[in-house]
């Protein structure tokens, strides 16, 4: 089955302690994207991968780090969280890397996270 | 760059009623218009997009709708909706190499 999973589902963690939320996708895609939601804010972009070892900055990207090195693997990485990073996190892909984006783009079931 | 608002942050309506979630976008770009649908305790999934040729556009579930390129619009429609559709629904635009959300729209259908 094609799917975009995230791993965990559910965090609750303290200011300060580095975190990883995993995701993967089995669908061979070369775009690979995560998100934050907040209420009343929709989603925000927060780093985007057009392929292996290539990333770049959405529009939130301060406090997280990502990596590419595999293209299914696209984990994101929380180095001192804080409560402001407290949201619900979406992985998401798309075999559409570049600016003919289609937009149809593959989510996961979503990652909450609560920094306390 | 582009931007997309949700005109309505929550809309009920009763079960087998007509509905419409209104979308507009700008964007100094031509542009790709998407809606997603978002069930409880789910990942988003796509309605449907509108890339170019008919301006409207039908998708899963009997869903439906309107690009308006004079009035930077796409607005979703669904002529009779029902309890399953109760879900947030958001808004997208693509006139780059990213997608742009909008704010959502919770649809609470009522029986």
């Known amino acids: 089955e094609a799917q975009v999973t995230q791993n965990p589902r559910y965090l609750i963690t303290v200011t300060g302690k580095k975190l990883t939320v995993t995701c993967s996708q089995n669908?061979?895609?070369?775009?690979m994207s995560w998100y934050r939601q907040d209420p009343g804010l929709g989603l925000r972009q927060i780093y985007y991968s057009m392929n292996v070892e290539v990333t770049d900055k959405g529009d939130v990207p301060e406090g997280y780090k990502v990596s590419r090195k595999e293209k299914r693997n696209f984990p994101l990485i929380l180095e001192s969280p804080s409560p402001n990073q407290t949201s619900l996190y979406f992985c998401?892909?798309?075999?559409?890397?570049?600016?003919?984006?289609?937009?149809?783009?593959?989510f996961g079931e979503g990652s909450r996270l609560t920094v306390l | 760059a582009q931007s997309v608002t949700q005109l309505d942050s929550q809309v009920p309506v009763f079960e087998e009623a007509p509905v419409e979630l209104r979308c507009n976008y700008s964007?100094?770009?031509?542009?790709?218009l998407f809606w997603y649908v978002q069930y409880p305790n789910q990942g988003l999934q796509l309605l449907l997009k509108?890339?170019?040729?008919?301006?409207l556009v039908k998708g899963i579930n009997g869903f439906e709708a309107e690009f308006n390129k004079s009035q930077t619009s796409f607005h979703l429609r669904k002529p009779s909706v029902h309890i399953s559709d109760t879900a947030e629904y958001f808004c997208?635009?693509?006139?780059?190499?990213?997608?742009?959300f909008g704010a959502g729209t919770i649809l609470r259908v009522k029986s």
């Open positions: 998401a892909s798309s075999s559409d890397p570049g600016t003919e984006n289609t937009g149809e783009l593959f």
């Open positions: 669908m061979n895609h070369e775009y």
């Open positions: 509108y890339l170019s040729g008919s301006t």
């Open positions: 964007s100094s770009v031509s542009v790709y």
């Open positions: 997208a635009v693509s006139g780059g190499n990213k997608l742009v």
